[in-house]
Structures are given as C-alpha cells and as structure tokens.
C-alpha cells in the first residue's frame, strides 16, 4: 500500500461495512472483490474520495433480515489498492488488509449503505507485519495442508508455499480454506497468529474427518 498506519489512530473512527457471508480478511491479505449492488457501488465510490477503506464484516445471521442482518462484533478493515469499472455497472476492487477492528455501535446515517464506529484497541499488534511468526507450528501447517490436498484433490503452488512466511501462509490458507461462516470467524478472532495456526490445523483435520472434497485448483500467490 503507498499509504502506512502506524498505530490505531492513524485509522478512521467511523467505517462503512460490507456485510458478506464467509468472506475473510486478514492484515495484509488481498480480497478481490466484484461490487455490483447499487448501495455498495456506492460506497466503493464513496471510499475512493475518501480515505480509501471499508470494513468487511460477516453477517451473524445470514437467514435474518437481508437488507440489515444482524453483525458479528468483530471485522477487518481493508484498503482499496486496485480498482477499474466494467462498463456495466459493476466495480472490481482489491481491498489490502490493515487491521481487525470491534464494532463499538452501528451509526444512524443516511447513506444506502451501514456505517459502523471501529475500536481497534485490541488489535493494535495487526499494524506489526510478522507480529507472533516465531511462535508458529509451521510444521504442523505445512503437514495439515499436504494431508488435505492429499484428501480433497486441491493443487497449491508448492514453491510458493515453501517461500512464504509464517504470517502469509497462515492468512493466506485462513483465507483461502473452504470452511463456514462461524469457522471462518474463529480464524478472524483467533488472539494471535500462533492461536490462529493452530485453529487452523484443528479445523483442518475437522475437515479432513468429514467425507469426500470437491476437486479443485487453488494457487498460493
């Protein structure tokens, strides 16, 4: 990113969310995302005059009320760091992840789109790149990533695999793996990184315990 947040002020107090169902981001993780909705149109067009960045968020009741289901208390901030317009409406956008944040209330507003006030307090160690690696099981990892693509067919760049660090394999195979929405905010909530490499291990073999996986071909960039 050309910009740089030093500590939690550095961040804005008032986020518009992009409420999306398994959708996961994690400091400097990249999220393409394909904005077509009106209200979210908006607001990618709204972030790009500003301060460039939305907080993605999960619903917690996907079944609930669509147009305003409820939130989980924890989210992502991303960076718009790529943009370009289709032609027919859409926007695709690449958000860069910078920090969690707690949705402290949801603000009265009158955009299309759900504005929410961010703590950020504890999460201040996601503006350290490499915070925790040392303390990682990357064995472990590695030996619960093989015995998957073993189980399920999924092909990874290995080379890549090898070369990443810690921080980038973990959040990367966090974003990257194929579980649900209450999963997938275990990993987001996880304390520290050494905590979320070892839910991700658990909830691998939880996977691997279940039958059968969908072939398919995913690349570690």
Known sequence: MNATYHTVSDLPAILPVFPLSGALLLPRGRMPLNIFEPRY?????????????????????????????????VGCVGRIVQFAETGDGRNLVVLAGIARFRVASEETVDTPYRQARANY????????????ED?????????????????????????????????????????????????????LEAADLKIRAATLVALTEIELGRSGGSQQQTTLQ
């Not at 607001?43 to 999960?58: H, K, N, S, T, Y």
């Not at 307090?121 to 925790?132: I, R, T, V, W, Y």
């Not at 990874?156 to 195979?173: I, T």
């Open 41 to 73: 149109v908006a607001m990618v067009e709204a972030a790009l005059a500003g301060d460039r960045i939305i907080g993605m968020i999960q619903p917690d009741d996907p079944s609930g009320d669509a147009k305003l289901p409820k939130l989980f208390g």
């Open 121 to 132: 307090e504890a999460f201040a160690l996601d503006l350290e790149p490499g915070a925790g």
């Open 135 to 187: 303390d990682v099981d990357r064995g472990a990892v590695l030996d619960a990533l093989r015995k998957f693509t073993d189980a399920t067919g999924v092909d990874f760049d290995w080379d890549n695999v090898e070369k990443a660090g810690n921080e980038v394999l973990v959040n990367a195979l966090c974003m990257l793996a194929p579980f649900g929405i209450r999963e997938k905010q275990a990993l």
